[in-house]
């Protein structure tokens, strides 16, 4: 949670002193750095740190499953500050909400090895996802609230609703999940955003690192799995433990993953969901204004190359007088992707019409497959 003080222009860059405190120049000696006549820098939480009361504490090559179940999770990216209560502007006392991104096996573990090893598999499952902790700033610097019940993990086995069009699409259905409308897990949380009803938005980016097996030659799902990656590498095997990670036994199961995924922390009993309004790609981040007219305005990029920047606008407006009323805002809307000349940009709708109509056989399969309808 520290890496972000001491980012600063590079060396050499333009500009004036306007930011009020004095530059820390660009290098790497593995320390933290940050402009000590002005700020202070304090350690929150360490992946591994108890959340829970029951929590075990971090020990060195002792990492478990139920240990991590119950531990902050590792390689933080998107981090929000959500005040308690919720509507005020408390800057003392709030809930971090934190992306788990992915797991490093080489400090996790020490003497294991071997990839296909359950409990270790297991284990890496539990450290990705999200954290919502509670934390208070005190006379010592900021600290986290073991006790209380905002506190909670997300990790690979968490439930979540799927909510939007593509909601029940025969393409999110398994076995597990006959409907289509019900997701274990979140995987490769990158960035996010936050809204103005009080949910966090968090986005999934590197989810083809996770599945074994290849699709064979011919398979309907093959150009959908070749602009995901899907099969290209798998770095974390999951399979060993879980068969949804297994592209022969759950052909589907890729495509509930790569979504946009809303978490309520003022609510630990909620149910998280994923907006498939969204669309579905390597998602960096989601970047939430309200528009004049009232409509919510996301902003998102797909964090590949030769991807796109993309803009959902709600269907509803925003309820400034109600604003947990509104959270139903990124369920429907128009997704369009930006098409850039010299004239500036241009928004272009994904919409089910003219050739994306000939092309998907509805709405809901444009946004799973959100890559091929953007080119």
Request: aromatic residues 10%; contains cysteine.
């Amino acid at each position: 949670a520290t890496a972000l003080l001491g980012v600063s222009r590079p060396i050499g860059a333009s500009g004036g002193d306007d930011l009020g405190f004095a530059e820390v120049r660009q290098g790497y000696d593995g320390e933290v750095h940050w402009p000590a006549e002005t700020h202070d820098c304090d350690l929150v939480l360490s992946w591994g740190d108890p959340i829970f009361p029951n929590a075990p504490a971090w020990e060195e090559g002792k990492t478990t499953e139920a240990a991590q179940a119950l531990q902050f999770g590792d390689s933080c990216d998107f981090i929000a500050y959500m005040p308690l209560p919720f509507g005020t502007q408390a800057s003392d006392h709030g809930l971090l909400v934190v992306n788990h991104e992915f797991t490093r096996s080489s400090t996790m573990f020490v003497g294991h090895s071997d990839p296909s090893d359950k409990a270790r598999a297991a284990t890496e499952m539990n450290g990705h996802g999200m954290s919502v902790v509670e934390v208070r700033r005190t006379n010592t610097g900021w600290a986290p609230v073991l006790e209380s019940a905002f506190n909670r993990r997300l990790t690979v086995t968490s439930d979540f609703t799927i909510s939007g069009p593509a909601a029940g699409h025969r393409r999110l259905q398994t076995e597990a999940d006959p409907q289509g409308r019900h997701v274990k897990g979140t995987l490769a949380n990158c960035a996010g955003g936050t809204t103005p009803w009080g949910t966090a938005l968090s986005g999934e980016e590197n989810v083809y690192c996770y599945w074994s097996g290849s699709t064979a030659e011919g398979d309907l799902q093959a150009q959908s799995r070749k602009a995901m990656r899907i099969g290209d590498r798998q770095y974390w095997p999951f399979a060993v433990v879980d068969t949804r990670f297994d592209l022969t036994a759950s052909p589907n199961e890729p495509n509930r993953f790569g979504w946009i995924v809303e978490v309520d922390p003022y609510d630990p009993t909620s149910v998280p969901k994923k907006l498939t309004a969204l669309g579905r790609f390597f998602h960096e981040g989601a970047e939430v204004v309200v528009d004049p007219s009232g409509h919510v305005v996301v902003y998102m990029g797909d964090d590949a190359a030769n991807e796109h920047l993309y803009r959902f606008v709600s269907d509803r407006r925003f309820d400034s007088a109600d604003p947990k009323g509104s959270r139903s805002c990124l369920d429907s809307g128009t997704l369009s992707v930006a098409v850039f000349d010299d004239e500036g940009v241009t928004w272009r709708p994904l919409i089910h019409e003219g050739v994306l109509a000939d092309r998907f056989d509805s709405l809901g399969e444009i946004l799973i497959d959100t890559r091929i309808a953007a080119k």
